[in-house]
């Protein structure tokens, strides 16, 4: 069974926005084990829409199309969907109703463009949105005599996500008679290259499970993804190819495993959350140039407050001495960013908030500020904890964006902190 | 002059990355003029690529390619370019210097893989990769009598984006004769199919300049957007269709205007910035359930340090009561997510760290921790300065996942504060 996915949006084509729905359903269907070789991306044009739809269900057994949906959209994924399969559209009375309620729910007057979104194509199976007002579609029919599917989801990843997963998902499980497992080993200060220069032979020799590696921003990620006809006998094959990269040279860089997208995103603070709770130790932060990201990064993960207390952002010097208590002395002699003020800033956080371990970040994420002795990209570390401080630097410049040094920055912090739980530094 | 997108990438079919690189270019495209009406993702299967690559040659004037050029990718976006303009390939000294010097300045060794990117398409155009290694590369030749350009950049963000800026973008501006601009007006306050509604008979009266509503989280976007021989030209159309729009009913709800994606994304945060500024007033916030989040908002605008001192994430009760002063009776009686909470935790804020102004955030953001009474979604605000105290509730409930209430509070928190300062609240 091939999938096909194509994103409808002039705001795709013109770049204002990014095509997650795009990513999510890929990595959806992946897991349900459908193949997928093209997604494609069309503007709010009827002519390019039909000729995408056309040459989508030409090369594909399930059409996955998102967007043009809405009330401002004239409908046109529904009609060219609707022509594709040559059938008629219908005016749906229970989807008025929908809409009519949301509407009431969310104390709004419903205007009349709402109500195109209860026209539906004729033999449509509709997917009632909970989430927002376009309902969601699938069309069934043979073309030129192959069966062939095409699903309309509403662009609004807040819609097409859960739509997907609570309508689309069962719908298209039916369909499938393989499974795909993947898993992501997360290593951490080890190159793309080097790692698949050790691995090569394993993915060289191997099919099923595969073996691939990722660079991402501040980790490698090598996924082993096996094909199998049970959910449990793909499990084991990629627990089997695991073990053997263990074995590997690359095996001491691994820090953390996952098996979805939210985990492998998390895996630094899922591992650093699952480090403390293994030592029973409460945590806290105390930043400047993350100003609170290494916070809200914990903060992401649903259940991280019986370990994380809180942190002081102290973006000012003000607030690192008279919060943190760095001595006015430290700021003036060796300035804010300094590996002495943060030690002290990482005491200072444990002291105020009462945590077992703090880690404190201070540095120049740019683009100004940067000086010849501290370049932009320079970031201080300290973790305090019962056995003392420990402090260190590092240098994020050259290729980096402030954007990118806040995120390696706060990935480093809570390397650190696993670190030291470990007993590593 | 039409451009078209095709990003090289299995991980980008199998969802595990978003195609980032694809909205970049795509508003990069848009800004110099060119028409874009296709984009495509296909996996790393030569076939395919090399079918995709012909299909987009037959429609585009200029076909941009991300993608498959690292030393793991076996070079096969080069070969399918190469292939397309009937040239062959030839391996180039210069980048292999380049190579050696990259590898040499970060430490590693260059492993044999590496050199694959020192192989070139005949007569291509190279572009030097400062930020990685793979090259970026231009061919340019007729194809069934027809001039066509093809350009060919690596996968990874941080390597595609400045080298397109760098390289890519003086290469195409010097082909088009035309510039399009964009401005967005920024409204809260107002849902899209009111403001749609209100602004439908300049949206059907005016083609260029264009009128569009985006939903977006928490705000409607109107994106005006003119195209003519001049940015100046441009510029004063999108302002005079402004000007219009402002006089309609919907103006009452513009909090903000701007004109490139970067300012866009964090449109209310800078309007914030920007009333603060103007009232000379210092910032400072108290966490809970953001955990940072405004925080590090704050922390994503450079110079936002004039304003901004920094803050307290209070996750923990012990935080709330120890460090922002909260009464411990309050939270008994009451709990934490309330209003008297989270007016003390702002008036301890702004205490703590001497800020003129301090807002707080004290919510449910779920999935776990609702009760029928504050159920998932729901939060208190407040807002301390020298005239007192403002506390709110809001519930960001029904439809939002924790990522999104956390986003949508950080977002109403900082409207919060505009308001404040503008003497609204």
Known sequence: MICEILCVGTELLLGDIINTDGAFIAREIAALGFGSYHQTVVGDNPVRLREAVSTALSRCDVLIMTGGLGPTCDDI???AAAEAFGVGMHFDESIRDDLVEFFA????RMTDNNLSQAMVPDNGIVFRNKWGTAPGLALEGEIDGIMKRAILLPGPPSECEPMFMECVKPYLAALS?????????????????AAEDILRPLMEESVNPSVAPYACEHEVRIRVTARAKSL???RTMTREMSDRIYKTDAGQYIFAETDNPFDAKNAVVTAMIAEL???GMTFATAESCTAGMIGSTVGDIPGASDVFV?????????VKENVLGVPHETLERVGAVSEECAGYMAQGSRRTTGAGIAVSVTGIAGPGG???????GTVCFGVADEKGVYTTTRHFNGRN??????????AYAMMLVIRRLRGEI
Do not use: F, M, Q, W
């Open 277 to 279: 709770r293994k030592h």
């Open 77 to 79: 994924t529904k009609i």
């Open 177 to 193: 008679d393989e499974t795909i497992y993947s898993r992501n080993l997360h290593l951490y200060g080890i190159g793309e290259s």
């Open 105 to 108: 729910k969310i104390s709004r």
């Open 232 to 234: 449990e006998e793909a």
């Open 401 to 410: 964006d402030r954007a990118k040094i806040r995120r390696l920055t706060t």
């Open 370 to 376: 940067g000086t010849p002795e501290k370049p932009v």
């Open 310 to 318: 809180g942190g002081i952002i102290s973006y000012a010097n003000e």
